[in-house]
């Protein structure tokens, strides 16, 4: 598994079908992310300030591509990545970089866990006509808010997740790593509890309900 990787975390797949440690994925989206996607897409669009479309259609290839989707449908011409709600967090990683945080919300991809979360890092390869993502940390079901913390571990800074659902009454913050491949979660560290979408520790955020971070965007 890929990912925000840990014994705790299951990976996020398509049409409902994942089991969750803290919950179960459904074919009906909870009402609290009904709330989430009405807030969330109060974020600033995702104009060229944020990516160049070249930029967004090679995201949007590489999310297809992490979470094995077929092409989209013929009568439609949409498939589950279309129709969901995506919110990114554009250049907020890595200083000259326009690396992306993109957390997506529909019935496909969320659950009492939270919702599917990756992380794509830009190439390097500046000769390139646009840069081409990496998926970094995929298939992961995380709630908002994620932060980032002043510290850093291989070059990439130290996050903060949410970790709630499955019983679990009062959501905490959890620290996550970058090990050199992909952001590991340490949930034997508790940060303290999530109050009013903010963390208990210093950090600065870079997906959250409202008001949106800097760098927030919504997808369309």
């Known amino acids: 598994m890929s990912a925000f990787s840990s014994r705790y975390w299951v990976s996020a797949r398509p049409l409902a079908a994942a089991t969750c440690v803290f919950g179960v994925m459904t074919a009906t989206l909870p009402e609290a992310h009904a709330d989430d996607i009405r807030a969330l897409r109060q974020s600033p669009p995702c104009d060229t300030k944020f990516l160049t479309a070249l930029q967004i259609s090679d995201l949007k290839q590489q999310l297809r591509l992490a979470y094995n989707l077929p092409a989209?449908?013929?009568?439609?011409?949409?498939?589950?990545?279309?129709?969901?709600t995506i919110v990114l967090s554009v250049g907020t990683l890595r200083p000259q970089h326009r690396d992306v945080i993109a957390y997506i919300l529909s019935n496909s991809f969320c659950g009492t866990a939270g919702c599917a979360t990756t992380i794509l890092a830009d190439r390097d390869?500046?000769?390139?006509?646009?840069?081409?993502?990496?998926?970094?940390?995929?298939?992961?079901?995380?709630?908002?808010p994620i932060t980032k913390l002043p510290t850093q571990h291989n070059g990439?800074?130290?996050?903060?997740?949410?970790?709630?659902?499955?019983?679990?009454?009062?959501?905490?913050?959890?620290?996550?790593?970058?090990?050199?491949?992909?952001?590991?979660?340490?949930?034997?560290?508790?940060l303290g509890a999530i109050t009013n979408g903010h963390s208990p520790k210093q950090g600065v955020p870079l997906l959250r309900d409202a008001p949106p971070a800097v760098g927030q965007c919504l997808l369309q």
């Not at 989209?72 to 969901?84: R, Y």
């Not at 009062?170 to 790593?177: D, E, R, S, T, V």
Request: avoid cysteine; proline fraction near 6%; hydrophobic fraction near 40%.
């Open 156 to 190: 990439w800074p130290d996050l903060t997740v949410q970790i709630a659902g499955g019983g679990i009454l009062q959501g905490y913050a959890a620290p996550a790593y970058f090990n050199g491949t992909t952001y590991t979660v340490d949930q034997s560290v508790h």
């Open 125 to 144: 390869d500046r000769t390139l006509a646009y840069p081409v993502f990496r998926v970094m940390t995929a298939r992961t079901v995380v709630h908002l």
């Open 72 to 84: 989209p449908s013929e009568a439609t011409g949409k498939d589950d990545l279309d129709q969901a």
